[in-house]
């Protein structure tokens, strides 16, 4: 769908209203609006024009706020659409920086408020669903019976697997540097690393890193595992803490 000039600078004005006050059952219809308009093309992103990044970047915040305050007043419907919308910006971005000559060169502010958007509903997706999971009596009642499955076997092995390699390219090339820019770190390396630390230990394990061994010494891991910890391993060192805790919290697991 091809957004108009009128229709973005509605859809942005309705969208910072809704963020400004406590989100009720009756707004959700304006949610079913903005799930028609978002950037759902799976589209790679260092073409899209201001205003539409900025109507997905509010529609996030909206659909992450409807996540910690009234996440039972979504249908059946509501949950597929979101699942749906938080895989196709993941894998937007992860055309993006597949495209650029290295991680630095790919970043622009524009897109460090994309990422850092997208890890943050991810972040609040995953942390429902883990609560969800605890509180498994509602599964049927007040959700749907098949969502917590849905997620965990289709939507959130895609979209933490592409999250953990943009966490890998980014920490590697940024590890060393103490003299990154501020928001580079604030809309990169930190909502990579929230992301890194929210991910279940069985999606950490069966991670889609490139190998990474030793020559040296015997074996006693399986090459899966070996490349997994020393790809984390060299990011315990790094000079951001973002980092080495992301990196801790999947070798502690």
Not at 53 to 80: E, T
Not at 143 to 162: A, D, H
Not at 199 to 211: D, R, T, W, Y
């Amino acid at each position: 769908m091809i957004l108009t000039e009128n229709c973005m600078q509605e859809g942005i004005l309705r969208c910072m209203k809704l963020q400004s006050c406590v989100l009720s059952p009756e707004q959700m219809n304006l949610v079913n609006e903005f799930f028609l308009v978002g950037i759902y093309c799976f589209r790679e992103l260092s073409d899209v024009e201001w205003d539409e990044m900025l109507f997905n970047l509010c529609f996030m915040d909206v659909l992450r706020a409807c996540l910690v305050v009234k996440p039972l007043a979504f249908s059946a419907q509501h949950w597929d659409l979101l699942q749906c919308a938080i895989s196709s910006w993941v894998i937007s971005l992860d055309k993006t920086f597949a495209l650029a000559s290295s991680a630095e060169g790919s970043l622009s502010i524009p897109l460090a408020l994309f990422l850092k958007s997208t890890c943050h509903i991810t972040v609040s997706l995953a942390s429902f669903m883990a609560h969800l999971e605890a509180e498994s009596e509602v599964i049927g009642k007040e959700v749907p019976s098949n969502l917590l499955s849905e997620y965990k076997e289709f939507f959130s092995p895609q979209i933490f697997r592409v999250l953990l390699h943009l966490f890998h390219i980014t920490g590697g090339t940024f590890r060393e540097n103490c003299d990154v820019e501020p928001w580079i770190c604030l809309g990169v390396l930190e909502p990579l690393s929230q992301v890194v630390c929210q991910m279940p230990k069985e999606l950490a394990l069966s991670h889609g890193l490139p190998p990474r061994l030793s020559s040296s010494g015997r074996a006693v891991l399986s090459d899966h595992l070996a490349s997994l910890l020393n790809h984390m391993s060299v990011l315990l060192t790094s000079s951001h803490r973002c980092l080495q805790l992301a990196a801790f919290s999947v070798i502690h697991r």
